[in-house]
């Protein structure tokens, strides 16, 4: 649901009645992973995904009746090569969905509006509810703040309440969107309730470290994967808003005296293009012995030889090492600053969800995968 906070917290601040499906489990092939919703509000306006087009439909109607008589329901949709039309993903994954009204006065909506607006402005937001359980629990909600405090309830005794907090908190601090397992008093024992923890963050940075036309392209590729994008460069003449327009920040530094000062997390990316190496050797220096998502360096064969034994002179382990990607990027036969850009962000996308970078056709490797990034389960 999160992923449409800024569409659903306008219409909750317009006072919009509305009705939002949240894909709660897959299995398979499915072509979105928990979290993903749909909404539909009192005049049929939708807005969201849950399938990519395959189950919209039957979701859509689902969103209708929700409204209409006030129930939370969850439906289970898969592959059907019984009937032609029946309603499935011809993907051949399973997706199953929690259909939730949003009234007017309903407790629930003091708790969403909130988590909302937090995650519409790009702050942080953790959001648990129950998909699966007795009845009367089903789609209740805490929301929980990043010091786990939380608003909101279960329906269950506190202790509950108390534990789904501590989970989400965790969760939220991994900035990870999973499902918990809990017994219905609370202990941590998977039984009779499991909540859907939505988690919203800022988005994560990407570092692009020289100031070149190729840096430009990446820029926009960053932007376009949801990546809060600084370019960093020394010189000035060529690290100016002019040459970066979108990106977030422009920063004129050493590249290595940057990255010191600056915060990173296990989520940053960072993408040096310098291929010089006064500027690349402290920086890539640096940079390897971070827990950052990726470090990759721009260059010919023959500039990573020379790199990567300045690094080694310059105390980097093997170790360190393993962890650069240079040549920077998938081998796409790239020429142009933006085909490079894409070569790169490529990379990135696979490094990030497990990806090979090969072909799928012919492959056979799963098309979708639900790693660790998605989903979670308490022990």
Known sequence: MLDIARDLSRWIEEGREFAVATVVAVGGSAPRGPGAALAVDGAGTAVGSVSGGCVEGAVYDLCVQALRDGETVVERFGYSDEDA????????????????????????????????????????????????GPAELLGRALRVHPDGSYEGGLGGPAELDRTAAAEARALLEAGRTGTVGLSEDGSRCPGGVT????????????????????????????????YHVTVCDARPVFTTRARFPEADDVVVDWPHRYLRRTATDARTVLCVLTHDAKFDVPLLTEALRMPVAYVGAMGSRRTHADRERRLREAGSTDRELSRLRSPIGLDLGARTPEETALSIAAEIVAVRRGGTGAPLTGSGTPIHRQGQEQSTTAA
């Open 85 to 132: 039309f029946a309603v499935g993903l011809t993907c051949g994954g399973v997706v199953e969905v929690m259909v939730t009204p949003v009234r007017a006065h309903a407790p629930l909506r003091a708790v969403l509006g909130p988590a909302l607006s937090a995650a519409a402005r790009g702050g942080p937001a953790a959001l648990a509810r129950v998909v699966r």
């Open 195 to 226: 909540l859907l923890v939505e988690c919203s963050v800022p988005p994560p940075r990407m570092i692009v470290f020289g100031a070149i036309d190729f840096a430009a392209a990446l820029v926009r590729a960053g932007k376009f994967l949801g």
